[in-house]
């Protein structure tokens, strides 16, 4: 039961893949990869060679399209480049994606869902129901979703995204921007927090979700939490900074992790 209530959690996805098996050890992480409609972090191209499955929602194809060429400018070739990164699925109610992209996708065999008759779930949490069904029983486990483009843009965007982490709150998945990453910390568990120091931090969040949180714990940080309540309109944990290698965090209540991603001048 200990072991349950027990979850690991590491940002390797940012790191070269051989270098995330070192980390991972014996347990390796089943990736997938959900492209959204905001512009493509720099890191993308790292979190395609780590994902086992590649899906883009809706208008994320027009992004992965047009951004993915400039993200590799150490490759002259634009349609070389466009054509090795396909997507295996685009997945949404298409009102976003351009004909042309469309086409080009479907053109390279990319499979294409169209769920416009669905307008009560987003397009991220299409994707997401698409990737748990797809990944065996197995992998679920060690099942991973990564979100890139999730943060930025639209604030109702964000908060939808953010809602996809409540929903699938029993999933592992990552809203992942240029600058910063977010992660659902579900209730009433011990997370150990692996901190990756070349690539992420110092600055981080514990910010109540869903209710306020009436006891939290921490180590690990500048600013640790001892048995604290938070909840908005009160006390919320923004703008600590990552002490450790480890941080640890057990709550009574759903919380958000936020971390920096550093750029490449810091690394």
Known sequence: ???????????????????????NGSSPTTYALIILNQRLPRFSPLLWQHAK??????????????DMPELCSDEQNVSVIQERYKPDVIKGDMDSIRPDV???YKNLGTMIVDNSDDQDTTDLHKC????LDFVSDDDKSNLCILVAGALGGRFD??????NSLCRFSTTRIVLLSDDCLIQLLPSNRHHQIHIHSSVEGPHCGLI??????????????????????????GLVSTSNIVKGEIVSVRSDSDLLWTITIKNQSSN
């Open 1 to 23: 039961m200990a072991e349950k209530l027990r979850m690991t959690h590491s940002s390797s996805f940012l790191l070269p893949p051989t270098m995330t098996d070192a980390v």
């Open 53 to 66: 499955i590649r899906l883009c929602a809706d208008g994320g194809a027009n992004r992965l399209f047009d």
């Open 157 to 162: 965007h964000e908060m939808g995204n953010i």
């Open 208 to 233: 109540p979700i869903g209710a306020p949180c009436a006891s939290s714990t921490t180590t690990g940080l500048q600013w640790n939490l001892d048995n604290t309540e938070m909840r908005f309109g």
């Open 102 to 104: 469309l086409s080009f």
């Open 128 to 131: 997401i129901a698409y990737v």
